[in-house]
């Protein structure tokens, strides 16, 4: 489903889509809408962190940033961008080494930097924390609370206790007979959790199935 929220899905030779997506109002697959343009607007974060292994901590910030800029402005913006993902005070003397020599967690904190850099309006983020460890999770959960400040943030999780604590409204979804994915609801995350609407739902929060 992310991967329709920002065309990335056209990258499969296969790919087809029915439908609307609106961003502000407009559709994101309208004829003439530039799919590149697109992604600039709606950023992702993967489930496994992804750095460019052949590119500094440095190039890897700016890989997505505006064309352009000086050295200057491009170590301000690669400033910003790791500070907003609690990044910077932990690799700022070593911004021209390679990004492989960092923690999981790091790794995907610089993902998230990334991200950022490319001022983008909407951040979505597929199961950032599956392949972390308590402690990084932690600090990942912390940063995207933070990052609410600046941008929307579509995240999608299957561990039940991050969905209550970092978002403000859940989607609760569940593939049909046939595999297909249904959206069964959405609400506040408070009263979705503590009193959902449909059986199904209250099934998957309880434990009877999931």
């Known amino acids: 489903m992310l991967r329709c929220l920002n065309r990335i899905h056209e990258v499969g030779f296969d790919a087809r889509v029915?439908?609307?997506v609106l961003l502000e109002g407009g559709d994101i697959y309208s004829n003439g809408v530039d799919p590149m343009a697109i992604r600039r607007r709606i950023g992702m974060v993967f489930q496994r962190p992804n750095p460019f292994p052949t590119l500094s901590i440095l190039d890897n910030t700016l890989a997505c940033?505006?064309?352009?800029?000086?050295?200057?402005q491009k170590i301000d913006c690669a400033e910003r961008a790791l500070r907003s993902a609690a990044l910077w005070d932990e690799v700022k003397d070593k911004l021209r080494t390679s990004p492989l020599?960092?923690?999981?967690g790091q790794q995907?904190?610089?993902?998230?930097a990334r991200a950022v850099a490319a001022t983008p309006e909407v951040l979505l983020m597929d199961e950032p924390t599956a392949s972390l460890d308590p402690i990084a999770t932690a600090v990942i959960e912390e940063l995207m609370a933070r990052l609410t400040d600046e941008f929307t943030i579509v995240?999608?999780?299957h561990n039940m206790q991050q969905?209550?604590?970092v978002s403000d409204y859940t989607a609760f979804m569940l593939a049909d007979?046939?595999?297909v994915g249904r959206l069964i609801e959405f609400d506040e995350t408070a009263k979705l959790f503590t009193k959902p609407s449909d059986r199904r739902t209250e099934d998957y929060i309880t434990g009877r199935f999931g």
């Open 101 to 104: 020599r960092l923690s999981g």
């Open 155 to 157: 995240a999608v999780t």
């Open 65 to 72: 940033a505006a064309k352009g800029l000086n050295r200057r």
């Open 163 to 165: 969905a209550a604590r």
């Open 177 to 179: 007979q046939d595999g």
């Open 108 to 112: 995907q904190r610089l993902c998230i």
């Open 18 to 20: 029915e439908g609307r």
